[in-house]
């Protein structure tokens, strides 16, 4: 545990890092929304996924996509992020992906693993897929609750034993959306995914933003986000590798505590996210409004949209809010995740200022 002196000392430098990234921003991870369509209707997605219309790009224009990344940006650093919807549910994700493959990308998916079979993940590992996160929100009849899916976590677990069985992934991990009606169940979670092959928990509460608004049944209490992270500290103390997800600033008692690094949005500085229909912005959790599109790659280049726009998003949102700006935290905080500011009420949806710290 690091003292409180070193946690200001290193945030500090981390904030300055990150004013440079304003004008200096390094793409780092490119997120390739493929479609979506999904075969499950999770009660806290972001993008509303499910059986819904998907205008989709076809695998010649993710070549020529790909191709113009790679002759402006190199692959070197680069990871691609595969999301969906579900990916698989693409008859021609394969193709997509031996493309990126064979032009020198690494890349993950994010997947609800229900359609993997040791036969999927034979094909996962021959176009070149380095990780995947496979979600699993609380036991079995909790899960399928929450993703309104029959046996859904049944088959989300066969398909992890099938990655896990073809093997050679650099990383296979489960994350867990924790909300107030699960969060009794991490402990037996817990004992379920130890004594699997995984490489990693990610643990994540869920957020205000797409069908999340309709269910605030669902937000954690304040005594919900300390027993969390107080649980999610006691595994990395054991030494387990579980670790909270890039969200939020949780003040210095928790930062690096329960993950490896400190909170730092990375929206337009690091990321940039292609959405199913070619358009063009920063992370997919940010709510869908125009003024964050920031082009389509059916008719821009990529590498000119991030070098000459996304200044929307390589801001302070402390700025635009009182408390913020005479909050203390500001500078470490920068008005937190940008996927969680009401941009209509100009304030966060989520702090943990008198949670947490």
Same mark, same amino acid.
């Given at each position: 545990?690091?003292?409180?002196?070193?946690?200001?000392?290193?945030?500090?430098?981390?904030?300055?890092?990150?004013?440079?990234?304003?004008?200096?921003?390094?793409?780092?991870?490119?997120?390739?929304?493929?479609?979506?369509?999904?075969?499950?209707?999770?009660?806290?997605?972001?993008?509303?996924?499910?059986?819904?219309?998907?205008?989709?790009?076809?695998?010649?224009?993710?070549?020529?996509?790909?191709?113009?990344?790679?002759?402006?940006?190199?692959?070197?650093?680069?990871? =691609?992020?595969? %999301?969906?919807?579900?990916?698989?549910?693409?008859?021609? &994700?394969?193709?997509? $992906?031996? !493309? *990126?493959?064979?032009?020198?990308?690494?890349?993950?998916?994010?997947?609800?693993?229900?359609?993997?079979?040791?036969?999927?993940?034979?094909?996962?590992?021959?176009?070149?897929?380095?990780?995947?996160?496979?979600?699993?929100?609380?036991?079995?009849?909790?899960?399928?609750?929450?993703?309104?899916?029959?046996?859904?976590?049944?088959?989300?677990?066969?398909?992890?034993?099938?990655?896990?069985?073809?093997?050679?992934?650099?990383?296979?991990?489960?994350?867990?959306?924790?909300?107030?009606?699960?969060?009794?169940?991490?402990?037996?979670?817990?004992?379920?995914?130890?004594?699997?092959?995984?490489?990693?928990?990610?643990?994540?509460?869920?957020?205000?933003?797409?069908?999340?608004?309709?269910?605030?049944? =669902?937000?954690? %209490?304040?005594?919900?986000?300390?027993?969390?992270?107080? &649980?999610?500290?006691? $595994?990395? !103390? *054991?030494?387990?590798?579980?670790?909270?997800?890039?969200?939020?600033?949780?003040?210095?008692?928790?930062?690096?505590?329960?993950?490896?690094?400190?909170?730092?949005?990375?929206?337009?500085?690091?990321?940039?996210?292609?959405?199913?229909?070619?358009?063009?912005?920063?992370?997919?959790?940010?709510?869908?409004?125009?003024?964050?599109?920031?082009?389509?790659?059916?008719?821009?280049?990529?590498?000119?949209?991030?070098?000459?726009?996304?200044?929307?998003?390589?801001?302070?949102?402390?700025?635009?809010?009182?408390?913020?700006?005479?909050?203390?935290?500001?500078?470490?905080?920068?008005?937190?995740?940008?996927?969680?500011?009401?941009?209509?009420?100009?304030?966060?949806?989520?702090?943990?200022?008198?949670? =947490?710290?």
């Amino acid at each position: 545990m690091l003292d409180v002196r070193t946690k200001n000392k290193n945030m500090t430098t981390l904030a300055e890092y990150r004013e440079g990234l304003k004008t200096k921003p390094q793409l780092r991870n490119l997120f390739l929304e493929l479609t979506l369509r999904c075969n499950e209707r999770c009660l806290h997605c972001g993008s509303s996924c499910g059986d819904v219309p998907s205008d989709e790009l076809s695998v010649e224009q993710y070549r020529k996509f790909l191709t113009e990344v790679k002759e402006d940006f190199g692959t070197d650093n680069k990871m =691609l992020c595969i %999301t969906g919807g579900e990916p698989l549910l693409r008859k021609d &994700f394969f193709d997509i $992906m031996g !493309i *990126a493959n064979d032009l020198g990308f690494h890349w993950g998916m994010t997947s609800n693993a229900t359609l993997i079979d040791d036969e999927v993940a034979k094909d996962l590992k021959r176009v070149g897929m380095g990780t995947i996160s496979v979600s699993i929100d609380g036991l079995p009849e909790t899960h399928d609750a929450f993703r309104r899916t029959p046996k859904g976590w049944e088959r989300a677990m066969s398909g992890i034993e099938s990655l896990i069985k073809v093997g050679t992934f650099k990383a296979v991990q489960i994350t867990t959306v924790v909300t107030h009606q699960n969060i009794g169940q991490l402990w037996e979670l817990y004992k379920i995914f130890k004594d699997m092959d995984i490489d990693s928990w990610r643990i994540i509460n869920i957020d205000p933003i797409g069908r999340a608004k309709l269910h605030p049944e =669902l937000i954690l %209490t304040k005594e919900d986000y300390v027993y969390m992270f107080e &649980f999610i500290r006691t $595994m990395r !103390i *054991a030494g387990e590798p579980v670790t909270y997800g890039c969200s939020h600033y949780l003040g210095l008692e928790y930062e690096r505590e329960v993950r490896d690094w400190y909170f730092l949005c990375t929206a337009g500085t690091y990321i940039a996210s292609i959405m199913a229909n070619g358009d063009i912005t920063a992370c997919l959790d940010i709510e869908r409004r125009p003024e964050f599109i920031q082009g389509n790659i059916l008719k821009d280049r990529f590498s000119d949209v991030w070098k000459n726009k996304f200044q929307i998003f390589r801001k302070n949102l402390c700025d635009e809010n009182e408390k913020c700006r005479s909050c203390k935290e500001k500078d470490f905080c920068h008005g937190d995740a940008y996927h969680t500011w009401d941009f209509d009420k100009h304030e966060p949806q989520v702090c943990f200022k008198d949670i =947490l710290f």
